[in-house]
């Protein structure tokens, strides 16, 4: 729930932004939830059954190797300056995977969106299902305009929820990271205007 003293903002700009919903309903049992730190061993657990899985494209996981590194994230987007949030997606209850905003530039009014689910999950339409509702929330009730997803171009799943979710492609200069198989990355794109035409 928005809060309606907070939703004047960015027509009144003295107002202050309104932060991401603690839930979001996406429907066909599919919940996103902000996770709390009790979320920390299942999260670890989630993240650790499906290393092998996950390794491939995402240079972040080696860097979660316990229950406590969870739990610092947890802890780490309550405190975070740069502003990023974090959707646990359960599916009939079970943790199945993460959308997560990486980033907001309010001045700008633009965010970047992540995501990953789990083997068992995957080719179910999840992880487009709940990225769709994340970029409503935020394009609707945040009033932001513009998304970014960053990916490599070898991942094909991942590229394919960015197009089913209507985003244009953009190959970027490398910015000093590297892929865990050293891939390009490209941004795919989409303003609110485009996503309206969905």
Same mark, same amino acid.
């Given at each position: 729930?928005?809060c309606?003293?907070?939703?004047? =903002?960015p027509?009144?700009?003295?107002?202050?932004?309104?932060?991401?919903?603690?839930?979001?309903m996406?429907g066909?049992?599919?919940?996103?939830?902000?996770?709390?730190?009790?979320?920390?061993?299942?999260?670890?657990?989630?993240?650790?059954?499906n290393?092998?899985? @996950?390794?491939?494209?995402l240079?972040w996981?080696?860097?979660?190797n316990?229950?406590?590194?969870?739990l610092?994230? %947890?802890?780490g987007?309550?405190?975070?300056?740069n502003? &990023?949030?974090?959707? @646990?997606?359960?599916n009939h209850?079970? @943790?199945?995977?993460? /959308?997560?905003?990486? =980033?907001?530039?309010?001045? $700008?009014?633009?965010?970047?969106?992540?995501?990953?689910?789990?083997?068992?999950?995957s080719?179910?339409?999840?992880?487009t &299902?709940s990225?769709?509702?994340?970029?409503?929330?935020?394009?609707v009730?945040?009033?932001?305009?513009r998304?970014? %997803?960053?990916?490599a171009?070898? $991942?094909?799943?991942?590229?394919?929820?960015?197009?089913?979710?209507?985003?244009?492609?953009?190959? /970027?200069?490398?910015?000093?990271?590297?892929?865990?198989?050293?891939?390009?990355?490209?941004?795919?794109?989409?303003?609110r205007?485009?996503?309206?035409? @969905?």
């Amino acid at each position: 729930m928005i809060c309606p003293e907070l939703s004047r =903002w960015p027509d009144d700009p003295d107002f202050p932004p309104s932060q991401p919903a603690r839930s979001l309903m996406v429907g066909d049992g599919l919940e996103l939830l902000a996770p709390v730190e009790g979320d920390a061993k299942e999260l670890f657990v989630a993240v650790d059954e499906n290393r092998e899985y @996950l390794r491939e494209w995402l240079p972040w996981l080696d860097g979660v190797n316990s229950v406590d590194d969870e739990l610092g994230m %947890i802890r780490g987007i309550r405190d975070d300056k740069n502003f &990023k949030w974090v959707y @646990l997606i359960r599916n009939h209850g079970e @943790l199945v995977g993460v /959308v997560s905003l990486n =980033w907001v530039d309010w001045d $700008n009014r633009s965010f970047g969106l992540g995501y990953w689910v789990s083997e068992s999950s995957s080719g179910k339409g999840i992880a487009t &299902k709940s990225c769709r509702r994340v970029i409503e929330h935020c394009f609707v009730d945040l009033k932001l305009h513009r998304l970014v %997803i960053e990916v490599a171009l070898e $991942n094909h799943p991942s590229r394919a929820v960015a197009e089913r979710l209507g985003l244009r492609l953009k190959p /970027v200069r490398d910015r000093g990271w590297r892929e865990p198989r050293g891939e390009s990355r490209a941004e795919q794109r989409a303003s609110r205007a485009e996503q309206n035409k @969905l």
